[in-house]
């Protein structure tokens, strides 16, 4: 079974980091292009970042609104994917959520990240 | 960036109706589309990929259609478990780009 589970949100200053993780089990990790996807409270789905796999060479691609403060990563012997989000605004407060494949197969349950002074 | 243009963004629907929902991107984007259904406080879940192919699990009243720019989703027979807010994706070109959503209650 498929299983993404996203960790590490909560609740930070504008101009401060965060590092979300996506643990994920039940497929090849290391074969598998992984996506971030966010939500505002109450707006709808924000394509955030893509990391391809080995064979891609681990290229990285990131929306306009996230490029030079987001880093996504990945560790295929944990088989996890990450998120580290530097000078955090307010406008980055929304749910995160993990996503298996370009096209978006499986989703995590999300975590919330919120950006507040 | 691709531009996806969703419409309406919400529709009244009675129960067994049809309803139909489309995508028009602002390029051709070769039947990368996928669409997804979200309810209030859950992730959203994948109903079609690539235009029409149904993932596994869902039902045989959704379906796809579409090429070029111009994309539709439809749900026919509608029942009280498809009220939920319903998106397309592009993932043809990155940055993937999402529609703005479309929200289907109940008349």
């Known amino acids: 079974e498929v299983q993404l589970v996203e960790t590490g949100g909560g609740l930070v200053r504008p101009g401060s980091s965060l590092k979300l993780s996506c643990a994920t089990s039940g497929f090849t990790f290391s074969n598998t292009w992984m996506n971030w996807v966010r939500q505002a409270p109450g707006k709808g789905l924000e394509w955030v970042a893509l990391i391809k796999d080995k064979y891609s060479n681990y290229e990285a691609n990131y929306a306009e609104s996230v490029k030079g403060r987001f880093t996504i990563s990945r560790d295929d012997s944990k088989s996890r994917v990450y998120l580290q989000m530097n000078t955090l605004r307010d406008q980055d407060t929304a749910t995160y959520y993990c996503t298996r494949r370009g096209y978006g197969d499986y989703w995590g349950q999300g975590v919330m990240v919120t950006v507040s002074s | 960036d691709i531009q996806m243009t969703q419409s309406p963004p919400s529709l009244s629907a009675s129960l067994g109706d049809k309803v139909t929902i489309t995508c028009q991107a602002s390029q051709n984007i070769n039947k990368y589309i996928a669409w997804y259904q979200q309810k209030p406080g859950k992730a959203p879940r994948q109903l079609i990929r690539y235009t029409s192919t149904l993932v596994s699990g869902t039902p045989s009243r959704f379906s796809g259609s579409g090429s070029g720019r111009d994309y539709s989703f439809s749900i026919s027979n509608v029942e009280s478990e498809d009220i939920a807010s319903y998106y397309c994706?592009?993932?043809?070109?990155?940055?993937?780009?999402f529609g703005g959503g479309t929200k289907l209650e109940l008349k």
């Open positions: 994706l592009q993932y043809d070109n990155l940055p993937w780009t």
